[in-house]
């Protein structure tokens, strides 16, 4: 079945540094590929996605691009800040239905 | 203000009770949605509904019901509660149950079983 794997448990990082969570993704087509962030006490919520090969999603100073080859939509920013403490979730939507497939989160802590 | 509104925000609920959590859209939506997240499983999606109809149903279990009595409500009714069924149960919401859509989150309910 369709299935997404990303980054396990936390990834800790010092502010000003480069950041990346994996995902990789296992699903037929063309699926829409999401970034969710959730912040303590809140839902997650909408980073951004890419539906085709090669497109890129930005947020915030966020990016990642849609990869069919590589079946990888990698989550980066180039300086990190305390205020993206938060939990990281990639997920994807199959072309033929609308149901949400969750990775495993992965947690960003900002050391000060 | 928040468009998403669940109620109660925390809950503690006996072994064996049973109990309801509310949820309400104010975004104009017709797709809503209930997840659960805890520590086992980080979000795992439970139920779609569509114009007020059920469209997946991924909860094994018969004791977890959806009630939909306006379009713009979700509540999720738990009956015989085990302390395994203690998580954050969020409810979401999307323009419409199409694969690309933005879902958008309530804050959750937080639901202890002791």
């Known amino acids: 079945g369709d299935s997404v794997t990303q980054t396990e448990g936390q990834v800790a990082l010092s502010e000003e540094d480069f950041l990346t969570i994996h995902c990789n993704y296992s699903?037929?087509?063309?699926?829409?590929l999401f970034w969710y962030v959730q912040y303590p006490g809140e839902g997650p919520q909408l980073l951004f996605r890419?539906?085709?090969d090669k497109e890129k999603g930005s947020s915030r100073g966020f990016e990642a691009t849609y990869d069919k080859g590589t079946t990888s939509f990698h989550l980066r920013k180039a300086s990190v800040q305390e205020s993206d403490s938060a939990v990281y979730y990639c997920?994807?939507?199959?072309?033929?239905?609308?149901?949400?497939?969750w990775g495993s989160g992965t947690k960003l802590i900002i050391k000060p | 203000d928040p468009k998403i509104i669940q109620k109660p925000k925390y809950l503690v609920a006996v072994t064996g009770s049973e109990k309801i959590l509310i949820c309400e859209q104010y975004?104009?939506?017709?797709?809503m949605y209930w997840y659960r997240q805890s520590a086992k499983k980080p979000l795992e999606f439970m139920f779609s509904?569509?114009?007020?109809?059920?469209?997946d149903n991924q909860t094994a279990s018969s004791r977890f019901q959806p009630q939909s009595s306006k379009k713009n409500h979700l509540d999720l009714q738990i009956t015989a509660l085990k302390p395994d069924d203690s998580a954050t149960y969020f409810c979401?919401?999307?323009?419409?149950?199409?694969?690309?859509?933005?879902?958008?989150f309530g804050k959750g309910t937080r639901l202890t079983v002791v």
């Open positions: 699903a037929s087509g063309y699926p829409t």
């Open positions: 509904y569509s114009y007020q109809k059920l469209m």
């Open positions: 979401a919401s999307s323009q419409e149950s199409q694969a690309n859509t933005e879902v958008f």
């Open positions: 975004l104009g939506h017709n797709a």
């Open positions: 997920a994807l939507s199959p072309d033929s239905n609308y149901q949400l497939i």
């Open positions: 890419a539906s085709r």
